[in-house]
């Protein structure tokens, strides 16, 4: 049996599916949807997946501008640059690749997306939609969990679930998204969170999104678990080129026999959150264009 959680391959599918969808409008008359990132600073991994992102664009189809900006631009010409975003009829959607220099403050840059075009999912009228029947742009990386979970028809009926972060933007977003399910029972676990190890081995599934290396050890799960890994850290490697590997928040290698499912890191949530970012583009076109 195949253990593995492949992000990779699902991500895939997902992005063929909006390169037809994006296909059929451009034959219908329509022009392609639209979408601006915003990079500010030189942060190297920032870096590395704006690259991935605009690439995924240009594979489905999507119209991709990238704006760069230095790393000592003043908060108020940031939100300057974000108005002239949110009025741009033409522009479906963008976001601001996060994280974002010292001199910033990260919240005051989110409140000021136009929740229409908040395409990462980060504002209070997107999250806040979790718990609606309406949905509106869900946060990118819990979207991507989601729709591993529905693919790989995992079974959620009467299971218990152990989520490690408690970030708005990911942990906290996951627990509500799977809580609107109303058949699991989700246990959300934080730094200061006692006897975690008595929780993760009584849980079904775990969904870690921590960035701590090695947070999830073979010891503190049972046999048959599923795992989600969203956490992602740069480690020490001497035998890479780069000095360094991408980990995850799992130990994975010594919890992989004792998983019946198991995401890796890379290849896992991460291609996810990309595709749900072009999803959520898609979706904001449609709006715009009804709008």
């Known amino acids: 049996m195949n253990k593995i959680i492949d992000g990779i391959k699902i991500s895939s599918e997902i992005k063929e599916e ?34 991935a992102k605009i690439r995924a664009c240009e594979e489905v189809g999507i119209d991709v501008d990238l704006i760069t900006l230095n790393d000592n631009i003043l908060q108020v010409e940031l939100l300057d640059l974000i108005k002239k975003l949110n009025n741009k009829k033409s522009l479906d959607g963008f976001i601001v690749q996060l994280p974002l220099p ?63 972060g408690s970030s708005r933007n990911v942990g906290a977003a996951i627990a509500q998204m799977l809580m609107q399910k109303e058949e699991v029972t989700v246990t959300v676990c934080n730094s200061k969170t006692k006897n ?20 999830v050890t073979s010891d503190m799960v049972k046999d048959g678990v599923i795992i989600i890994d969203v956490g992602i850290s740069r480690v020490r490697d001497e035998s890479k080129k780069s000095g360094f590997k991408i980990v995850g928040d799992v130990d994975f290698d010594n919890v992989l026999p004792k998983a019946s499912l198991i995401s890796p890191v890379p290849g896992g949530v991460g291609p996810m959150t990309i595709a749900s970012l072009i999803q959520n583009t898609l979706k904001a076109y449609k709006n715009n264009e009804e709008g």
């Open 196 to 215: 975690l190890k008595d929780i993760t081995t009584n849980s079904d599934l775990i969904i870690s999104a921590v960035g701590k290396p090695s947070l």
């Open 102 to 164: 010292d001199q910033i403050n990260v919240q005051n840059v989110i409140d000021s997306i136009n929740p229409d075009k908040d395409v990462d999912g980060f504002t209070n009228d997107n999250i806040g939609s979790i718990t609606s029947n309406i949905k509106k742009l869900l946060p990118a990386t819990g979207l991507g969990v989601m729709t591993l979970i529905e693919r790989y028809n995992i079974d959620l009926e009467s299971k218990t679930c152990a989520i490690l």
């Open 18 to 51: 909006i390169k037809e969808a994006v296909s059929l409008i451009k034959e219908d008359g329509g022009r392609a949807p639209s979408l601006c990132i915003v990079l500010v600073g030189n942060h190297s991994a920032s870096r590395i997946y704006v690259k």
